[in-house]
């Protein structure tokens, strides 16, 4: 890695207690450029050394992809480059061949953010099965929407993981949704609807009125995260069983969070299956992880400049 730029956007969405693609889309063609500078400024590099352009066109928010992909046509256009077209999710496992000294294929893939949760077999950088993934809410998106429940800001998945470092996790007994189902889907909306009534109570709605004390804020949160947690890790576990693999890759803006990782590492010793979470910092979302191109380039896959985003494709290529 030569150079990395982030541009965070916390701080825009903070007062909606969640993400609005409008303002996302304008903070992307107002932050673009700057970034690219100075990730090319901190590598130290002229266009004129740039091999390719890589781009992520799917999966996500139309708006800021559409921002990306405009960018990158016209950079390769105008630096006469050749385009790579990347999956999202598909960069966000890769993220753990970034940081291994060793090929960690064949492997489980799990991909854990705001707005996905999908399991993969795979059986090389780009040669993904999708098992399953999310028929309604993200684990992400219902680590936020409790935050707000709580009023304990945005992001809410850190806020929520460091009140429920302080609490109880068997206080609440929360669902733990399709966790027998002999599938890989993955279902969180119950999850979130039981954390609301505990909160508030059948029937009522405004969680403003609602008087909660610390103690019982940090028992809801750990027995929320540890419902999310339970589930994730036995899905895992059983693709790694299914397919007979020996290797399990994490990544994604919730593989950051120390008790998915605390519980992945015990499951992985238990189980004698190996495991590779993305460091931190490459789990929020990033352009390191885009480092997938380069497995294209050496195919020779590259994109035309008709490419196109694809917002909601979740198991394409």
């Not at 489980?108 to 999310?134: F, K, N, P, R």
């Not at 950051?256 to 979470?277: C, D, M, Y």
């Not at 497995?295 to 394409?316: C, M, N, S, V, Y």
Request: proline share 4%; net charge neutral; charged share 20%.
């Amino acid at each position: 890695m030569l150079g990395s730029a982030v541009a965070t956007q916390e701080k825009l969405h903070e007062r909606f207690t969640g993400v609005v693609p409008e303002i996302a889309s304008r903070a992307h063609v107002e932050r673009i450029l700057p970034v690219i500078d100075s990730a090319l400024t901190q590598a130290a590099i002229k266009p004129q050394d740039i091999t390719a352009i890589a781009v992520a066109h799917t999966p996500g928010l139309a708006g800021s992809l559409l921002v990306g992909l405009v960018a990158a046509k016209t950079l390769a256009a105008a630096w006469q480059k050749p385009l790579i077209a990347i999956n999202h999710l598909h960069a966000h496992l890769y993220a753990c061949q970034f940081v291994s000294s060793e090929s960690v294929y064949p492997c489980i893939g799990l991909v854990v953010s705001g707005g996905h949760t999908s399991l993969y077999h795979c059986t090389s950088a780009l040669d993904l099965e999708y098992l399953g993934g999310t028929i309604d809410d993200a684990a992400g998106e219902a680590f936020d929407k409790v935050a707000a429940m709580l009023r304990l800001g945005f992001p809410g998945g850190p806020a929520v993981s460091r009140l429920a470092s302080k609490g109880n996790p068997k206080a609440f007994a929360f669902p733990r949704s399709m966790i027998h189902d002999d599938n890989f889907n993955f279902s969180f909306s119950g999850l979130k609807t039981a954390v609301r009534y505990a909160i508030v109570g059948p029937g009522k709605q405004d969680f403003d009125q609602v008087k909660m004390d610390d103690v019982s804020k940090a028992n809801v949160c750990a027995s929320f995260e540890a419902a999310v947690v339970d589930v994730l890790v036995s899905k895992a576990i059983r693709a790694v069983r299914r397919y007979h693999v020996s290797q399990l890759c994490v990544g994604g803006g919730v593989a950051a969070n120390l008790e998915l990782r605390r519980s992945l590492e015990q499951a992985a010793k238990r189980e004698r299956f190996g495991l590779v979470i993305a460091p931190p910092e490459l789990c929020t979302d990033n352009a390191v992880m885009g480092a997938i191109a380069w497995e294209k380039f050496h195919r020779g896959e590259f994109a035309t400049l008709e490419l196109d985003i694809q917002p909601g494709l979740q198991r394409g290529f």
